[in-house]
């Protein structure tokens, strides 16, 4: 099956600070999701992004589906950042987690 | 109510009691999962119904028993569990492209039940 590995797995950043996090898959995919999962379990949808790139706010992907990686990177870090983030990635059947990052972001 | 809901968020139960987690898509989705988040590993697919039909059965063990009922709702019996069994219980919703129903799209996640088992 879809191998996902997630780096760092962990990140300890200063608020403000900018990080990048990555997100290597083994096989082609049809579904890339990045998740923000907070402090109470929810998992929160960032971005459904199987190729190109896309911008939210602060927040911003890229995946490059024919080199197998996706990049979420986070500008200007604050508290409320911190948390789980997650990559997964589908075939056609069902998503497949990585083991996530953990992201703290102090003041 | 909106997104995907679950209920109850918490529950305790010892290893002779039967429950169910109830799971409600709003969305208008036709596939819907059941996840399973132990401590210190991945996320696990249990199991996915694709127009109410179960597609996806991950080897999850009997005492595991989901129903689809219709493409808005999902439930998970659960019966003579196991204390590892502990963990939080996510379900999520997603429109299924293709008449096929071979590609699943962007999913979205309830804010799952976090089961203790005594």
């Known amino acids: 099956g879809i191998q996902v590995e997630q780096s760092p797995p962990d990140l300890i950043l200063q608020e403000g600070a900018n990080s990048t996090l990555r997100c290597n898959f083994s096989?082609?995919?049809?579904?890339l999701q990045w998740f923000h999962q907070n402090p109470w379990g929810q998992l929160i949808n960032l971005f459904y992004?199987?190729?190109g790139t896309k911008q939210n706010g602060r927040l911003s992907a890229t995946t490059v589906a024919t080199e197998r990686y996706s990049l979420l990177y986070i500008s200007s870090s604050q508290t409320t950042d911190s948390g789980v983030y997650f990559c997964?990635?589908?075939?056609?059947?069902?998503?497949?987690f990585g083991t996530g990052t953990r992201l703290q972001v102090f003041p | 109510e909106t997104g995907v809901t679950q209920t109850p968020r918490h529950l305790v139960m010892g290893m002779t009691n039967k429950k169910s987690l109830k799971c409600e898509q709003h969305?208008?989705?036709?596939?819907m999962y059941w996840y399973k988040q132990s401590a210190k590993k991945p996320l696990e697919l249990m199991f996915v119904?694709?127009?109410?039909?179960?597609?996806e059965n991950n080897s999850v063990p009997s005492r595991f028993s989901p129903e689809c009922p219709n493409s808005s709702h999902l439930f998970l019996h659960l019966h003579t569990l196991q204390p590892e069994d502990s963990a939080l219980y996510l379900c999520?919703?997603?429109?299924?492209?293709?008449?096929?129903?071979?590609?699943?799209?962007?999913?979205?996640f309830g804010p799952g039940t976090r089961l203790t088992v005594l």
């Open positions: 992004i199987p190729s």
């Open positions: 999520a919703s997603s429109q299924v492209a293709g008449t096929s129903g071979s590609s699943y799209n962007e999913q979205f």
């Open positions: 969305l208008g989705h036709n596939a």
């Open positions: 119904y694709n127009f109410k039909e179960q597609t």
């Open positions: 096989d082609s995919v049809n579904n």
């Open positions: 997964a990635v589908g075939g056609t059947d069902k998503l497949i």
